[in-house]
């Protein structure tokens, strides 16, 4: 066998181990050759693939005398001392050393061409499996779980320090850690090598991203690119508020305070305003300045039904902003909208006094605002509503609208009806808890699904129980019984109020007649009321001393709270208005979603970021930074969720819950020829749902009082409520842009308890000269604060206060003075320095367990 003439050498010989290797050198080299890879101690063919000819002849460069005739056999020996091979010899030894290199790289090719290929198989096998056995209709959207075995096996032939992650399995990632939190996403990676990459880059992925949260900027640049997402240029804002920790905290990234109530700018709030270098400066604001003791918090819904919500902006606040810092920060928003190409529909918000007072003032809804121009910009809404419309209060044009929450809408019907103070009449029946007590006590739960919770008082935003105690169950019992019949029709006023604005399978005719059904009711008995005689009517109050003030009040206890009249609406209105305009083609057919137009986004955000602190945390409320860092997960996963939870082929399956599962009629996929709605037959719904009001009018003994003072008719009813809503006890006119100390009167006033929101007292801004002190000069880049006398000790582990610091840093600590000598403390550090003590929430598991103060 000549070893020159071969191409390749055979498995087999590859193989070839001990004496079957050294009878195969003896034949394909020579004797001589095998026996210097015996003397080399070289037993297998393998082994060469990683031996040059330079080591097998080394032992010859040495003096053994036992090798001298084989030295002499296979080469010769310089007059240096050097050891040179014979050129036939070395040419044999090359060519074989060549082949089996050459062997075994085709065997490294071979196994990684066979391990790609065992993972396609594996994958393509996976995938046809899927496929055959899944239910799902939409199998062109592949589960995450075929890229992320294939990224597995990738993983596992390299080394850790080089474990590469696709796009799709970072973001699967990302969600693993924000759902589950650290030690699931811990757990899971620890358990799962390979799989998941390491925490520390999935912190530097979301901080890399474009959704980082900055308190009080307004992130209009990314709200383009999500109106572009869901093809829809028509959004609606929710604005909410929330209690936060009291808490100051140091933003490295901005060199800013976190954590005081940030000025008002024309209601806009100052970003970034809170930056200092002087610990003195940050000393007085710890000690003049107000803290932010609510979060604020605007998010965006897109028209479209299926897009997630977006996170506008986030900020603290002390809770002293007026009706009119509102309506110019609506006015910014709307502006700032426009310049991207979004025109906002509307705004929504909870019941809260000033919210109210701004919709009514901008909306000019029995309200004026003399000294704003809101229609300089032609950019607002118009319709012609016809003068047959008497019953149709609001203005014809409009900038944008306005909804207010309805669950808070029905939770404030609720209270009303369980109030200690009101005592609430309908003709010749009164309305009564009682009538709904009297239900869980004689009848069985079977029967009506009530239960003693439904009544509490004391829980104000309970809307379960208000679909409870609406349910047809209990209405087809209150029914039955003769003595509850005003509560009959005050539920059933909660029930078509739950069908009108927040059902979401109720179609736009149902949900428009359901809603002016509600109206006309409650104008007919706040008319009925009007013209109630107190004196003849109560028995309390035939004492001649009472004057008009108090039947007022008692007058103002037979009916439902002004500011619940007055939401309820003006949810009608508006909603009427969206459906003008999509019937002009002003506005998008989804806009006809009227049951997302509410606040309720801002509520479920705040539960979410509550949510974030994972299994094994009893914190669940949040300081002004945290909520920000909390936003910045939420805004990661609904931005996944925008693009149809979709990167490529691969799809992310979310969890929903089992009550969302109900159909929803969408009329977005329906044209608006299908609707065929018109302006004569919303007048037949409007008329239709007159002759409804009057019905459950008539079943509580109204109707004689209202005929005798000719209010009975749709015309005299609508020509009675626009005089009386025109009053300057009703109507609201603010001449000043800077003022806005006084509640509308139309405030229950002794309904103290029957408002949810929090009360208001003085509601100044923050004057205007109270940061334009001059600012020392800077030494060194930082400026050294007065001696801190009071501490004694020069060690200070534990806290980040140093004798020298890197340059680099140096905006990050504050140069102060301790005992003369000059030393470093980080700004995060003065915060908890500075800080004497800690509020909590009535959420806080540390505020329930305290033990009740001594009396």
């Known amino acids: 066998m000549d070893i020159l003439q071969l191409d390749e050498l055979t498995d087999d010989m590859m193989n070839l181990r001990n004496d079957d290797f050294y009878n195969f050198l003896e034949v394909a080299l020579n004797k001589d050759l095998c026996e210097l890879f015996r003397v080399q101690g070289i037993r297998d063919m393998s082994s060469l693939s990683s031996i040059t000819i330079d080591q097998i002849t080394q032992v010859f460069t040495f003096n053994i005398m036992e090798l001298n005739n084989l030295k002499k056999s296979l080469g010769f020996v310089s007059t240096d001392g050097n050891f040179h091979l014979r050129l036939g010899y070395r040419n044999l030894l090359e060519r074989l050393i060549l082949l089996v290199k050459s062997k075994k790289s085709s ?31 939409n199998k062109a959207c592949i589960p995450i779980l075929f890229p992320w075995i294939n990224n597995i096996f990738q993983n596992l032939e390299k080394t850790k320090n080089r474990y590469r992650y696709d796009d799709h399995i970072q973001e699967f990632a990302l969600l693993i850690f924000i759902f589950g939190g650290r030690n699931c996403y811990e757990f899971l990676r620890l358990n799962l090598p390979a799989a998941l990459p390491h925490i520390s880059n999935l912190e530097l992925i979301i901080r890399s991203q474009e959704l980082r949260m900055i ?9 383009k690119e999500y109106s572009q997402i869901n093809n829809s240029n028509y959004i609606f804002v929710a604005e909410d508020l929330t209690s936060s920790i009291t808490c100051i905290d140091y933003d490295v ?21 809170f930056r200092t270098e002087n610990f003195n400066e940050l000393k007085k604001w710890f000690d003049e300045l107000d803290k932010s003791k609510f979060i604020n918090l605007y998010m965006v819904k897109s028209l479209a039904l299926s897009a997630p919500p977006f996170i506008l902006s986030a900020f603290g606040s002390n809770n002293k902003f007026t009706a009119i810092d509102i309506v110019k920060r609506w006015l910014f928003i709307h502006n700032q909208c426009l310049i991207q190409g979004i025109r906002v529909v509307g705004f929504s918000t909870d019941g809260d006094a000033r919210y109210l007072r701004a919709m009514r003032l901008f909306s000019r809804f029995f309200a004026e605002l003399p000294n704003f121009n809101f229609f300089k910009h032609h950019d607002g809404f118009d319709i012609k509503i016809s003068n047959q419309w008497s019953w149709f209060l609001m203005q014809e044009q409009q900038i944008f609208l306005f909804m207010q929450d309805p669950i808070h809408i029905a939770t404030k019907i609720r209270n009303r009806l369980l109030s200690r103070v009101a005592k609430m009449k309908m003709g010749s029946y009164s309305i009564d808890k009682e009538h709904l007590i009297d239900l869980i006590e004689s009848k069985s739960k079977i029967e009506h699904n009530l239960t003693k919770t439904d009544v509490n008082v004391k829980d104000r935003q309970n809307f379960s129980s208000c679909l409870r105690i609406s349910s047809e169950k209990v209405l087809y019992l209150l029914n039955k019984n003769e003595k509850a019949k005003g509560t009959y029709v005050y539920l059933t006023l909660l029930n078509l109020i739950i069908s009108g604005f927040i059902n979401k399978s109720t179609t736009i005719e149902k949900r428009l007649y359901h809603i002016w059904t509600v109206v006309f009711i409650c104008r007919l008995w706040f008319s009925w009321i009007h013209y109630l005689n107190i004196t003849n009517s109560n028995n309390h109050t035939n004492n001649s001393n009472n004057n008009s003030q108090s039947q007022k009040k008692i007058k103002q206890r037979t009916f439902i709270t002004r500011p619940t009249l007055w939401c309820i609406e003006i949810n009608a209105h508006t909603l009427l208005y969206i459906i003008l305009l999509v019937i002009k083609k002003k506005l998008p057919i989804d806009a006809l979603n009227t049951f997302g137009f509410n606040s309720q986004i801002c509520e479920n955000t705040f539960r979410i970021a509550r949510s974030l602190t994972g299994p094994f945390s009893s914190v669940t409320n949040f300081s002004v930074k945290s909520f920000m860092k909390r936003s910045e997960k939420i805004s990661v996963v609904n931005s996944i969720k925008g693009r149809d939870s979709k990167m490529r082929d691969y799809c992310f399956q979310f969890p929903q819950h089992h009550k969302n599962d109900k159909e929803t009629y969408d009329y977005s996929v329906d044209s608006i020829k299908s609707l065929n709605l018109t302006e004569y037959d919303i007048e037949k719904i409007i008329y239709h749902a007159f002759e409804s009001a009057k019905q ?90 007065n001696d801190l006398s009071n501490i004694s000790q020069q060690n200070f582990k534990g806290c980040r206060i140093y004798d020298k610091i890197n340059s680099q840093h140096m905006n990050k600590f504050f140069r102060i003075h301790i005992n003369s000598s000059v030393k470093y403390i980080h700004k995060q550090t003065a915060c908890w320095l500075l800080t004497t003590s800690k509020n909590h929430l009535s959420s806080d598991r540390l505020e329930r367990v305290k033990e009740p103060k001594d009396k």
């Open 107 to 137: 065997f490294v090719k071979n196994f990684e061409l066979s391990n790609k290929h065992k993972e396609n198989q594996i994958n393509e096998k996976l995938l046809e499996m899927w496929k055959q056995t899944s239910s799902s209709s």
């Open 696 to 785: 459950y009018v008539s079943m509580v003994n109204m109707t004689q009082l209202l005929e005798n003072k000719n209010i009975y008719s749709l015309p005299e009813l609508s020509h009675f409520i626009k005089t009386i809503l025109s009053k300057p006890s009703s109507k609201i006119v603010d001449y000043t842009e800077d003022d806005d100390s006084n509640y509308d009167s139309d405030d229950d006033e002794f309904e103290d308890d029957e408002d949810g929101s929090v009360t208001f007292g003085d509601e100044g801004q923050m004057l205007p000269n109270m940061f334009d002190e001059e600012e020392e000069e800077e030494e060194e880049g930082n400026i050294v604060a």
């Open 215 to 223: 308190e009080c900027e307004f992130r209009f640049n990314l709200l």
């Open 253 to 273: 990234q901005s060199n800013s305070f976190i954590g005081f109530s940030p000025p008002l700018v024309n209601g806009i709030p100052e970003s970034n305003f």
